[in-house]
């Protein structure tokens, strides 16, 4: 008889096997029929223990507490000490205690200190919000895996040909994990290879000073009078940035205080 008709399939292997090499026991020790095989399932769990080995080598090592203030100068030493296209490891705990923002805020600055210094681009990847601890993800924008396939608009007259940005299998992540029931943030930052950076791409002053005298008008409306000054700025500046200016330098009209609450009854007050 066909054994395709009596024995399992297994998930992993995508192969027939017979029954006994399924069964095992669960994490309650209970008698069980997996969907994997015995094989398989060592096969991943030695994936699994790898990896776990590799992450608590890389976020776990003897942490170092400064003060934010700190961050920038703490960083250049290290980097003062690491050779180009060498690994880069920075790992240090941040006494938060006296920090008053938010948690994004936090993160916001943190990465701004690091680019600064480092000169790269780190991209926000994701989040994590548990019971005490939220952790930030974030990875250089020049990373392999965040390459993704071009899209050209069907009408050739409208294309343009854009050089790709160089891409790096570079590994470059860094991890910040925020406890303020400690007053304490973990920062981690890992480079396996302290490749070229991109083309400074950052909003020059007078662009900035711009967006303030016209602070009233849409950022839309900004950039679209800003190209129409100088054509070539189509190419150095996104309307992201504007908007991004525009908001910073917008706040002054109506914040007054680091808690939103707090800050709208104060402009009320003002404005009554």
């Known amino acids: 008889m066909d054994s395709s008709l009596t024995d399992p ?36 769990f030695n994936k699994w223990k790898r990896s776990k080995t590799t992450d608590d080598t890389l976020f776990n090592d003897k942490l170092e507490i400064i003060e934010l203030d700190f961050l920038s100068k703490s960083v250049v030493e290290i980097l003062e000490n690491t050779q ?16 008053i923002g938010s948690n994004k805020d936090l993160a916001s600055e943190i990465v701004e200190q690091i680019e600064n210094i480092d000169e790269y681009n780190w991209s926000y990847n994701r989040q994590y919000n548990g019971n005490k601890l939220t952790t930030y993800w974030y990875m250089c924008s020049q990373r392999d895996i965040l390459q993704k396939k071009p899209h050209k608009n069907p009408d050739k007259s409208k294309q343009r040909d854009i050089t790709s940005m160089e891409r790096f299998e570079c590994g470059g992540i860094l991890k910040i994990s925020i406890d303020k029931t400690k007053y304490l943030a973990k920062v981690t930052l890992h480079h396996k290879e302290l490749h070229s950076k991109l083309i400074n791409l950052s909003t020059p002053q007078y662009i900035k000073d711009f967006i303030k005298d016209n602070i009233n008008l849409l950022p839309r409306e900004i950039y679209a009078h800003l190209i129409n000054k100088d054509q070539n700025l189509s190419l150095m500046i996104r309307q992201k940035q504007i908007h991004y200016w525009w908001v910073e330098l917008g706040q002054s009209r109506y914040r007054r205080h680091n808690d939103a609450l707090e800050s709208a009854y104060l402009w009320l007050h003002e404005n009554l």
């Open 84 to 99: 180009s296209n060498s690994d880069f490891h920075f790992h240090c705990g941040i006494n938060i205690r006296n920090y």
């Open 9 to 44: 399939y297994c998930n992993g292997c995508k192969k027939f096997k017979p029954i006994n090499e399924f069964m095992g026991n669960d994490i309650n020790n209970i008698p069980t029929k997996f969907l994997t095989c015995n094989c398989c399932r060592q096969k991943s």
